[in-house]
């Protein structure tokens, strides 16, 4: 009789992918137009993996600051954001009344990156009237 030893897997390996970070840096102001953008990079990433070349394949992935566990530390909380904005693919910076302190340490953490690169939007807020 033989056994068997180890666990058994009911899913093949999974495929290897490369995966693009988008940093998504922004105030608390702009939650609307944080979530359009992020699921147009959802979208986008569905797009490319269901009629992409299966032998390119990656993910775009939106790393949203809102989305962490809360903290409670004496250290300044917005250390891991600043990390993560700089060591993204590409950081999206949304802003519409001001900037932020938290959202300015992280633009200039991009900014001494070069390998970093950065998108920055300045835009009215949702249902404001153009002048």
């Not at 269901?50 to 032998?55: A, T, V, W």
């Not at 962490?68 to 802003?95: G, I, K, M, Y």
């Not at 390998?115 to 835009?123: G, R, T």
Request: glycine share 4%.
């Amino acid at each position: 009789m033989t056994v068997e030893a180890g666990p058994k897997y009911f899913l093949r390996p999974g495929d290897q992918a490369s995966e693009f970070v988008f940093f998504l840096s922004s105030g608390s102001d702009v939650v609307t137009e944080r979530d359009l953008f992020d699921a147009m990079v959802r979208t986008t990433n569905d797009q490319f993996r269901l009629r992409g070349d299966p032998s390119r394949r990656f993910n775009l992935v939106v790393d949203r600051w809102e989305l962490d566990a809360p903290r409670r530390n004496q250290t300044w909380l917005n250390e891991e954001f600043v990390r993560r904005a700089a060591s993204a693919h590409c950081t999206v910076v949304l802003l519409s009344a001001d900037i932020r302190p938290g959202t300015l340490e992280e633009l200039e953490a991009v900014l001494a990156e070069p390998s970093v690169q950065l998108a920055v939007l300045w835009m009215k807020p949702l249902g404001a009237q153009a002048v």
